[in-house]
């Protein structure tokens, strides 16, 4: 641990002893709350700094609602303090204007779902960290004055980064640094696009002055770096050593930085180096698109986030995805539909068409088809269809023994089933007797495709 690392410890333990126990609260923050209250009741949230500096403490739940926050004064996270935004909300926008927008320590601290913007450093830990984390945040961080290097995160004590973007404008910024014991970025994309800027950065030296050989490591997985400079960088110009372990991420091979024995970037396998396909990193959106190589070419791991940024399942597909966004699959094709039945064209047809007796009496009232009396009508189907009946009256020609047969006006249906059907017939069409003579019954099918098939025929006689 660095010797600014050790003086906060101290300083945090005789804090702890001074203050004696308190028990955690639960406290809330709004963009119109004012600086006034204990910030407990979520429908009278105070002010952020407020809540945060004032009446905050170690252990307590900070809920920052939706919206913009001007602040004028670094937060102080204390240790076990849990700042967050809400979920299925948008994120909180805190935009600071002096150069340390959050500075956070302690074991069990964390800070998740916001964006923060402040010039030069945005986010700065310390220790001890057991257990703390920054996740989910979207970290901008502008050219603008200062004490101090232009670190957009700047890691101390072992923290841990993960499902975040890190982005720095500021002249040779640097997007993500890890300066004392082994720090953690996962799932994070780190953009630092200056001529002389650098994604991510093992570095020993506090303020650019060497200190006694301390180490400093940073341990990057699933991650997305580019620099200007360089993407990976360990520079190794003090006695300590500088470790930036990469595995599963995408950097450019030809963007490191390292200077052996003291300064080393190791590639512990599955690592990429072509360009990602990101929506548009220039307006600061770094979703993937379709295609990229990144997708599904994450590690699992313990330090695994459950969401990604957006607060989507952290893994959508076969394996996590490198970068703070985890792309959502296409959903699956839907069935093909069933190709259309082929077209009915086929006519059906009737056959054995009879009435029997052949010989009655019509009815003197009554329907065409009845249940009882006159003839019984048969006939056979090969399909289902509707048979419209029709019956001519036979006549003989004049000055000819041959005969005619002349339409009767009117027909009744029957409905149909394949195979044989029978009815009764009245001998009476339109409502009128036919008169006594000799006659032929005509059946005609249609089915329901609308096929007509030919019709077939029956001698009958009234008497």
Known sequence: MTRRGWLAAITYLAVLALAGPAAAATRYASPTGPAA??????SQPCN????????GAGGDDIVVFAGDYPIASTLGVDPGMNLHGVAGQARPRIISSVPVAVQAGGNGTRVADMQVEAPRIVIRTVGPATSSVLERLTVFAQVGSGSGEPLAVDLHSGWLIRDSVVHTAAVSGVAVQATDEISRAVNVTAFAPDAAGIA??????????CVPPFRAGLNVTNSIARGGLYDLASPGLCSGSETLNVIHSNYRADKVQQSPPNGRV????????????????????FHQLVGSSTIDAGAGTPLLGSADLDGEARTLGLAPDIGADEFPPPPPPLPAPAPPAPADTRAPRASLLAVSPSAFRAARRGR???????????????????????????????RSRRFRYVAIRGSFTHRGAIGGNRFRFSGRLRGRRLRRGRYRLTARPRDAAGNSGRAVRAAFRIR
Not at 48 to 55: D, G, K, S
């Open 368 to 398: 065409s088809v009845v249940r009882r009396g006159g003839g019984r009508v048969s006939y056979a189907l090969d399909e289902a269809a509707t048979v419209t009946f029709t019956a001519q009256r036979r006549v003989r020609r004049k």
């Open 200 to 209: 991510f950065r093992a570095y020993v030296p506090i303020g650019g002055i």
């Open 266 to 285: 190791e590639d512990q396998g599955g690592n990429q180096h072509g360009d990602p396909l990101l929506a548009a990193p220039g307006s600061l959106d």
């Open 48 to 55: 952020l700094e407020y809540a945060v500096n004032t009446v």
């Open 37 to 42: 209250g204990n910030c407990e009741d979520p």
